[in-house]
């Protein structure tokens, strides 16, 4: 049956060499692999093995044959990815993904090979290649080691092999490796410099998994960091962090080359640097134009702003004027004539401000402004005036034995000094009359009046500049 498959192929040689050649290499896969062994494909073969037979048949055909051949014999790729999904206590069971290039003529499929640890026999676990990336390897002694590799095959030739770097150990996996990583864990963990890092992580996998930590690849330098390890879960220890334990930590946990991974980014932090060249740039009014340089070193973190403080020379102490300002540069308002104002930032992130803080080389000074020519224009106004009645006295009946009120209201300035009178005599001290004035209202209160107390009464008010009277007159009855 394969030589009617066959002969297509071999077609354009023209020959028929390659045809009984063909019924060994479908054998060879069982054989002791070689390189050659997992060339089980026919297609081949005629181009390496034709050379060593070509003498026999006649002289012509090798000539032609290389030439037609070199495009075809580039082989594919390797198999990626290879790994172990499973295993029981006879099979396990591998995966892989396909190989990069799988040259010109496609792919024919993959031949697995195994061969038992402290052995170098290696044997093909398929008899034909397969197109299925995931190959369960059965009849297998529970304890054995099974090294394990994977070609891919073509008309071309076969690839380099793709193995594993460990061998299997048949054993059964009663419960598959699995981390599980905690939800604050997850995002970036990040401590101070000083502080203490204690990670616990658990996972689960039966038998007892393998437990590897690495930080770029390369094993942890076990000086700085613990790890304890129980059945349950890995515990990460450092005693005191350092800017340089900062990175991506790889865990992976294994058993009989199944495994689950999981990535721990831990930040350490500390205060930054100070800000930069603080310059003072303009002083105007009550204000003052700062600007300044991102710090040189952040701390690890990225920085969320800036406290600008302020400092004025007679009292000698530093207030916050400005804080969380996110710009580098800003404008300090309200600062108090006459005095001088020194000025520093500190930078701050997620650890606090820095330790120390950027000072301005020069001071500002708030001149006064110049209203020397104010205090002569209040002279200018003439604020003198003569007595003026605004409010007139008014005509009054009243009830004997009633205490009865007579008001008017006056303006001047100088106040202007008020007197009473009746019937053109002026009132002095009676007890029977009360003389009052306040904001500029006169009031004459006359207490208990009986009818000879009627009459005209008369307000004079007098200031130097001159003088104004009302009157009014009074009926009791």
């Given amino acids: 049956a394969p030589t009617p498959k066959e002969e297509p192929a071999p077609a354009p040689a023209a020959e028929k060499p390659p045809a009984p050649e063909h019924p060994p290499a479908t054998e060879k896969p069982t ?165 203490a890092v204690n990670v616990m992580i658990p996972f689960q996998g039966k038998p007892q998994p393998e437990v590897i930590w690495t930080k770029g690849d390369q094993p942890l330098d076990t000086s700085r960091i613990n790890i304890r390890n129980t059945e349950k879960d890995t515990i990460l220890y450092i005693r005191e962090a350092q800017r340089s334990d900062s990175g991506k930590y790889e865990l992976a946990v294994r058993i009989n080359g199944a495994e689950d991974k999981a990535t721990l980014d831990i930040r350490v932090i500390e205060p930054p640097s100070p800000p930069q060249n603080l310059k003072l740039v303009d002083v105007w009014g009550f204000n003052v134009a700062l600007e300044w340089a991102p710090p040189v070193d952040n701390g690890n973190s990225e920085i969320k702003g800036y406290m600008v403080q302020k400092s004025d020379k007679k009292s000698g102490k530093w207030f916050t004027a400005l804080e969380r300002c996110t710009r580098t540069s800003c404008t300090i308002s309200d600062l108090i004539i006459g005095n001088t104002y020194s000025f520093r930032v500190f930078a701050e992130n997620a650890c606090g401000l820095s330790e120390k803080a950027a000072i301005a080389s020069g001071v500002a000074h708030i001149e006064k402004t110049k209203t020397a020519y104010q205090p002569e224009k209040i002279p200018q106004r003439d604020m003198m005036e003569p007595p003026k009645f605004t409010q007139p006295l008014t005509d009054r009946t009243t009830t004997r034995g009633y205490s009865t009120h007579l008001f008017c209201c006056v303006r001047g300035f100088p106040q202007p000094k008020i007197i009473w009178m009746k019937n053109q005599m002026e009132i002095r001290e009676d007890p029977k009359y009360i003389a009052m004035i306040k904001q500029g209202v006169c009031s004459l209160e006359i207490r208990k009046p009986n009818p000879f107390d009627g009459g005209i009464y008369t307000c004079k008010a007098v200031n130097p500049l001159g003088e104004a009277s009302v009157d009014c007159k009074l009926d009791v009855k």
């Fill in 31 to 195: 054989a002791p692999a070689d390189e050659p062994a997992p060339v089980p494909t026919a297609e081949v073969t005629p181009a390496p093995e034709e050379g060593s037979l070509a003498p026999s048949a006649e002289p012509q055909a090798p000539t032609p044959e290389p030439k037609p051949e070199k495009p075809k014999a580039e082989p594919p790729s390797s198999p990626l990815s290879l790994a172990v999904e499973e295993v029981s206590e006879n099979s396990f069971t591998l995966t892989w993904k396909a190989p990069e290039q799988t040259g010109q003529s496609g792919l024919d499929g993959y031949v697995v090979e195994i061969c038992k640890d402290g052995s170098t026999d290696w044997t093909a676990a398929n008899k034909e290649p397969f197109l299925s990336t995931r190959y369960t390897v059965q009849d297998l002694g529970s304890g054995d080691k099974i090294h394990v590799r994977v070609k891919a095959v073509s008309a071309s030739g076969a690839s380099v092999p793709a193995t594993l770097e460990q061998p299997v150990l048949i054993r059964e996996i009663l419960q598959l490796p699995r981390i599980r990583m905690p939800r604050h864990l997850r995002q970036t963990y990040v401590r101070r410099v000083g502080d």
